[in-house]
């Protein structure tokens, strides 16, 4: 069975700060990674995916993630947040029977 | 174009008491997902229907959940009897045909499902 795994629950930052989110996943075979941004009073989104092709991946809002098949890993990065990034981000692994298994979510919060 | 929509958007019941959950997709998806939230864990993935059909409801977690999508448009998730342990945020998605979770799936806002 697949699992995720977001190691950091709650972060906050000041504005132009840099983010790094991580997320691990565990399973052997081919994946589609995902992320999801859920931002205060609105509705999940799609952040970014990656199924195949070039590991880094850019998504909206200057948020890109990279995937390190080697470490099991599709860490997420920004490097300049805005207080308008505050939300709550998941990643997301299909892989195998397909079913997308979500982390536990990673809380985020920036000071302007 | 409309979004998917859940309705209510917020339940409060007793424990042993029956709520029905509906979630209206976009327009011509033909993939509709179920998934909860238990306050502060993983989103965790109910079943998915294929128009009408379900495709796969492995993530069911009992036979007091039960899922419907007449005809192929909305669904409804109606939990009976309610027990403590169904509380949480229970969301719905759809996606356009095709393979599975290939496509991007759009959320509703979730309904905030609170059993006491």
């Known amino acids: 069975a697949q699992s995720v795994s977001q190691h950091n629950h709650h972060v906050i930052l000041s504005e132009a700060a840099s983010l790094e989110l991580g997320c691990n996943y565990s399973?052997?075979?081919?994946?589609?990674l995902f992320w999801y941004v859920q931002y205060p009073g609105q509705h999940l989104q799609l952040l970014l995916k990656y199924f195949s092709g070039d590991p880094l991946v850019k998504g909206i809002k200057g948020f890109e993630a990279e995937f390190i098949k080697s470490k099991f890993s599709f860490n997420l990065r920004k490097p300049s947040v805005q207080w308008s990034d505050t939300a709550e981000y998941f990643c997301a692994v299909g892989g195998g029977s397909y079913i997308p298994t979500f982390g536990r979510g990673t809380s985020l919060i920036v000071h302007p | 174009e409309a979004g998917v929509t859940q309705f209510p958007s917020h339940s409060v019941i007793e424990k042993g008491q029956t709520v029905t959950l509906r979630c209206d997709p976009i327009?011509?998806?033909?993939?509709l997902y179920w998934y909860r939230r238990v306050m502060g864990k993983e989103i965790k993935f109910l079943l998915h229907f294929v128009k009408e059909s379900k495709q796969d409801e492995s993530g069911m977690p009992n036979n007091r959940f039960l899922a419907e999508r007449t005809g192929g448009t909305y669904s409804t998730l109606k939990v009976q009897p309610a027990e403590l342990e169904d509380s949480g945020v229970y969301f719905c998605?759809?996606?356009?045909?095709?393979?599975?979770?290939?496509?991007?799936?759009?959320f509703g806002p979730g309904t905030r499902l609170t059993v006491t």
């Open positions: 998605a759809s996606s356009q045909g095709g393979t599975g979770f290939r496509h991007e799936q759009y």
């Open positions: 327009s011509g998806h033909d993939n």
């Open positions: 399973y052997g075979g081919t994946v589609n």
